[in-house]
Structures are given as C-alpha cells and as structure tokens.
C-alpha cells in the first residue's frame, strides 16, 4: 500500500467524519389544525388577504404616508435592520470554520546570561560576546478537523439565526403597520365623537335657552332649569376629553413614524372609510408559512438542534493539526540566508476531555431539554395564531349584527329628539323627556362610532394575524 494512498483514503475519512452528524435533528412538528378557522364564511377557499400587499389593504392616501413613514422612520424597525446585519456578518464568520488559523509572527530577542551559567560560558566563544541575540519570523497553521459535524453545526445555527432576524424584521413590520393603522383609525373616530359631543353641545343650549325663557315665564322650576344645566355640562364635559384623547393619539402616530409629537392632517372622515365586503382567511395551515413568528419558531428550532449537535460533538476528541515554518538565526546577518535559517515543525494531537466529561453531558443534556422546550413554544406559537384569525373573525362578524342595532337605535332616537323638542315647544311635553332623549341619542351616536371603529380594527386585526404587512 502506497503512501499516497494512504493519504488519500485518510482524507477521505476526515470528509466523510466532517459530513457526518453525531446527533439526530428533530424535524419540525406537523401541528394539530383545523380544516377551517372559527367563524369562517367560505368553506375550502384557500386565497387570504394577508398575501395582499399592505397598500392594496389600505386605499386611504393619509394613512399609507404614515405607515411609510413608520416603515422607513421607526426606530424599531432600525434596530431590526442592524440587527440583520450583525447576523449576516456573524453567518459570514460562520463559513470560514472549515478553514485553518494562520498567524504571522516575528519576534527579537536578546539575553544575557549569568557568566557562570551554561550558555554565559559558550556565549563569547559562539558569537563573540556574552549576550545571546535571536531572530524569527515565521507562519503558523492551527487547523482542528471538522469531524463530527461540529462546524456544520455551528454554521446551521449561524445561518438560522440570521433568518430569524429577517423573519424578526416581518413581524415587527407586520405589528408596525397594524398598529399605525388602528391608531389612524381612532383618531378618525376620535374626530366623529368630537363632532358629535358639539353637535349635542349645540343642541343642549339651543334646549336650555328655552327652558330658562319657560323659567322666566313662570312654566316650570328651577330644577327645570338646573337639569338641563347639567345635560349640557355633560357634552360640555366630553369637548376637552375627546381634544386631550386626540393629542394623546397624534403624539402616539407620530412617534410610531419617527417624528417628534405635532398635529396630524387628515382629510377623510370615519364614515367615509369602506368596509370590506369580503375577508378571506384562506386556511390554517397557511399560517405556519406566512406567519414571522411562527417562522421564527420554526428557526428556533434548527437553531436547537444545532446546539445538541455542538454540544454532542465536544463529547467526542478532536484532532488538531499544527505547522509551524519561517526564518530563524542568532546573527542578524544570517537571518535572511536561505536555506541556512530555514526551519519547520508540523505536529498533530487528539484532545479527548476526561475531567470535563461531567460538565460536557450535562450541557449536552440541557441542549436536549431546550430543544424539547422549543417543540413545545412552537405548537403554542401556531395555536396562539388560529386563535388570533379565530377572534379576529368573530369580531367582524357581531361587530356586523352589533351596528345593525346601535344604527336603527339611532335613527329611531335622531326621529324622538326631533318629535320631543316639537311637542316640547308646542307644551305638549316635559322638559325632563327632551332632556332624555338627548343624552341617549349622545350616547347612541359615540356607540355608534366606535362599533365603526372597532369593525375597522378588526378588520386590520385579521390582516395582521394572518401574517400580512411586511410585503
């Protein structure tokens, strides 16, 4: 047998330890589902709104400013993107495993021995006087072997953890855009409330006036009159509360977007904001790929099962290669002289932990139960999500009946204000009934906004839970 060959098949071996994992993957769960999400109108229909691009979601012109804006401005988002390229610089470090250590070194040295040592009494006799000079430069190798699959390891675990950043980046953005687009629609309902405690405020002196005339006049009291002071401090109450609740929420909106607190433009109104006709969920089992969190999840995974083969591995020897080479004389004339000065060591040793044997399984241990932990997180990652489409669902659909009767107790209160103040004017009623029916049609017509918001909100509740936003 040849030595080439040896060397041949030895290399061969080395690869084939190198390619070989001495740790099993878990493969990722396949998650208990449902054929159709909780309160799904269309059965078996598997397009989804979250595969629309957040601009197609949301027509309004104001609202797409400010979630550019967040997008390109967020601080958050940022991070995330620094974040990105710490990972990817990481990942990159990670390929370089299969490569050796090489280091340059050049050194000087001068000693002086005692003059009854060994070399203090050699020392005049070699180089003519009693300090011993040494120069060296040379290039040093340290390779350990990539047997076990130790570095391959490593580098899945370095290439998930710079997917996670990126699936990290689609859910911060996912959150980023639902968020700025709630925050929008409130200040919208905030704006319709405002208008409506106005309106009410009018209206309440419009009824006090009367009243304090019918005082004047002898036809009722003076509780007549204070009831209807209070009615109107009611809306009156509400004015500055709604103004404060929209500073608060265009403060909000503008640090979302990277700027500093100030007022918002906006030109559209609550009402005018459609409603989608139709939300389509797709099914289930989409999450599990669309959505960044459940991704990441996933990732997580692999990152656990790189860590159990890590710590396996460092259960096994290594075998570490080392060569050294370079120039090397005691005279500084003599260093460069070729091939006198030249010198060479190669060595290589096997370290197989003994002492450390105890700590090393343990830690392989701990990778095993995180690994197990992470299986665990993922199946109540995906499960947390069908529950986030399922709700999400529900409240589209009793916001839709909810609206139904807070509309038609609206309409049927705006007729018994207008038929009350008539009688009222005529005598044919009592203060105290259009003082009534004019707080309930306050509180009716706030409802009534806010159940408009909220099918708004659930609508951008849906999109965000499906995994759409960050396209």
């Known amino acids: 047998m040849t030595s080439s060959f040896i060397r041949t098949a030895s290399l061969a071996l080395l690869l084939g330890l190198g390619a070989c994992k001495v740790s099993k993957d878990t493969a990722t769960p396949q998650p208990e ?13 598997t397009t989804s709104v979250a595969n629309l691009p957040w601009k197609s979601f949301f027509g309004d012109a104001t609202l797409q400013q400010l979630i550019d804006s967040a997008i390109a401005h967020n601080y958050d988002m940022q991070v995330a993107l620094k974040n990105i390229e710490s990972a990817q610089l990481i990942l990159g470090q990670s390929k370089l495993g299969y490569w050796p250590d090489v280091n340059f070194n ?48 490593q580098q ?33 309902m905030l704006d319709e409330q405002l208008a409506i405690a106005k309106k009410n405020l009018a209206l309440n002196d419009s009824t006090l006036q009367i009243i304090r005339l019918q005082f004047t006049a002898g036809d009722v009291t003076a509780l007549g009159v204070q009831q209807a002071e209070a009615q109107r401090l009611v809306a009156a109450e509400l004015v500055p ?3 404060q609740s929209i500073i608060i929420q265009e403060n909000a909106l503008n640090i979302l977007t990277g700027k500093l607190p100030a007022s918002i433009a906006r030109t559209a109104q609550l009402e005018q904001v459609p409603l989608k006709d139709t939300l389509s969920a797709g099914v289930p089992a989409q999450l599990v790929s669309r959505r960044p969190d459940v991704k990441s999840s996933e990732l997580a995974l692999n990152i656990a099962n790189a860590n159990v083969g890590i710590t396996k591995a460092s259960l096994y020897p290594s075998l570490t290669i080392t060569a050294q080479g370079g120039l090397n004389s005691f005279k500084s004339s003599n260093w460069f002289n070729i091939p006198g000065s030249l010198f060479g060591i190669v060595g290589g040793g096997i370290t197989q932990p003994l002492f450390q044997r105890k700590q090393l399984r343990t830690q392989y241990e701990l990778a095993k139960v995180d690994r197990e932990k992470t299986v665990i997180q993922f ?10 489409v399922s709700n999400a669902l529900g409240t589209i ?5 909810q609206k139904v009767v807070v509309a038609t107790r609206v309409n049927t209160l705006q007729q018994a204000i207008t038929n009350a103040n008539s009688l009222f004017r005529n005598g044919l009623a009592t203060y105290l009934e259009v003082i009534t029916a ?22 951008v509740e849906l999109y965000r839970s499906l995994g759409g936003g960050w396209n």
């Open 33 to 45: 589902l449902p054929a159709e999400f909780r309160n799904t109108a269309a059965q078996g229909d």
């Open 438 to 459: 004019q707080g309930n049609v306050l509180q009716s017509e706030l409802e009534l906004a806010s159940i408009k918001k909220g099918q708004l909100s659930a609508e």
């Open 379 to 388: 199946r109540q990652t995906v499960l947390t999500a069908v529950g986030e």
């Open 106 to 153: 050049a050194t000087y040295s001068r000693t002086r021995p005692a003059d009854n040592s060994l070399n203090g009494q050699f020392a005049p006799a070699i180089v003519g006087h009693k300090y011993i000079e040494d120069y060296n430069a040379n290039l040093g190798l340290s390779w350990e072997l990539p047997i076990w699959g130790k570095i391959r390891s």
């Open 241 to 243: 509360q709604i103004e």
């Open 397 to 401: 659909e009793k916001l839709k009946e």
């Open 156 to 188: 899945d675990k370095a290439l998930a953890g710079y997917l996670q950043t990126q699936e990290a980046r689609k859910a911060l953005q996912t959150n980023l855009v639902a968020g700025v687009a709630e925050g929008y629609y409130n200040l919208l």
